[in-house]
């Protein structure tokens, strides 16, 4: 049987990985600067995390939602702890495209209403209500285009205020930093003008935190540097550091019942210890703080290269502004210099997004070889 032939490989065969270092087949070394699409949030196959999952291994893996599983009451405490939103609900599933959809999904229990707001370039996953959110026509088949979604320019209140004002608006849904739309931001005064009238119009604004969650904007959520209180978050990527984990976190106004949402495999052992060790990593090496950190220092780096246009995002979910197309820029970094990154929507912007214990000299080794190519 052959594989069905929807990705473009580059022509590398990780075959182990340590830290920000990952190994080929052939023995090279390539430093890991995108984590597989912000995944890697405290390394590979860091020593806590390893140690977490084996110990779970050994007692059980996995059983349904149907028995108890006290894991998952313990990330839901260590959650909202770490993370200062410990008024919320937990819902867990999978991926970040499952929490966007299960979002969306309650949002139109909650409100009886189906339409949804959505921004110019934001990027939500690949299931139906999800893709229909998502600003990109040639991943939306015809079946999920009976969605109904209004997209929006960001900072475009005028069009906000006059959807809402219709009736019919389930949900507003906006990153605060556009992942794969290719780094663009929403304003503090636009976000919050958005949570404001989502208020006053009674429409669950949902925070897709799916990338920028976990620390890595330098605060746990992108949110966060808005001061805005979302009704639900999704999350997913950096939360599981691989092990495929998703969730969303819910406003206590939203009532549960039974069988209103449901998943086979999400919130299941492994998963849960995959997503306390994270957590515990986070804590325990302050790697918050050293996103934040690393982040300006990215920034002032960046002032060397007289290229870049301007350096977007925050923390380390950052992107490189050029005055071209990046991908040949990437295959020479990839391949004459062994470093991995990223690219976005928008052709012109890398894209950087590295575990959050990385450090200086690593910042220092790819503009090095930044410098090089340009």
């Known amino acids: 049987m052959e594989l069905f032939d929807v990705y473009p490989l580059y022509d590398i065969t990780p075959v182990s990985a340590l830290g920000s270092t990952i190994t080929d087949a052939s023995g090279k070394e390539y430093l ?17 995390y390893v140690k977490r999952i084996k110990n779970q291994l050994d007692r059980i893996g996995f059983y349904s939602n149907a028995v108890q599983n006290p894991l998952q009451q313990q990330l839901a405490s260590k959650l909202g702890e770490l993370s200062g939103c410990d008024s919320y609900q937990l819902f867990l599933c999978n991926s970040g495209a499952e929490a966007n959809e299960n979002a969306l999904k309650l949002a139109s229990f909650h409100t009886g209403k189906s339409r949804v707001l959505a921004f110019d370039n934001s990027f939500h996953g690949r299931t139906s209500a999800a893709v229909a959110a998502t600003d990109n026509p ?31 608006v389930c949900a507003v849904i906006l990153e605060a930093i556009q992942g794969v739309g290719g780094l663009d931001e929403p304003s503090t005064q636009f ?8 208020k006053t119009h009674g429409v669950v604004l949902i925070a897709d935190e799916v990338q920028s969650g976990f620390g890595r904007s330098g605060k746990f959520f ?3 540097h808005h001061g805005i209180t979302p009704d639900i978050i999704s999350i997913a990527k950096g939360m599981g550091n691989g092990f495929p984990v998703g969730g969303i976190m819910i406003q206590k ?12 495999f999400g919130g299941n052992h492994l998963a849960c210890a995959a997503t306390l060790a994270v957590l515990e990593v986070l804590e325990e090496e302050n790697l918050i703080n050293n996103a934040a950190e690393l982040g300006i220092y990215f ?67 790819f503009y090095s070889a930044l410098k090089k190519e340009l």
């Open 32 to 48: 890991d600067l995108y984590g597989g699409h912000a995944v890697i949030s405290i390394g590979h196959r860091h020593p806590h």
């Open 138 to 168: 040639a991943i939306n088949a015809p079946i999920n285009k009976q969605q109904k979604v209004t997209f929006l320019a960001l900072e475009d209140v005028a069009s906000l205020e006059l959807e809402l004002k219709k009736g019919d």
């Open 191 to 198: 976000y919050q003008k958005v949570a404001s009238a989502c």
């Open 222 to 224: 992108a949110f966060q």
């Open 253 to 264: 106004h939203i009532k549960p019942s039974y069988g209103l949402l449901g998943t086979t």
């Open 299 to 365: 920034r002032n780096a960046a002032q060397n290269i007289p290229q870049v246009l301007r350096v977007k995002g925050r923390g380390l979910m950052l992107g490189l502004e050029f005055n071209f197309d990046v991908g040949e820029l990437r295959k020479k970094l990839i391949y004459d210099h062994h470093i991995f990154t990223g690219s976005a929507k928008d052709k012109k912007v890398l894209r950087i997004l590295p575990a959050l214990n990385i450090n200086e000299a690593h910042i220092d080794q």
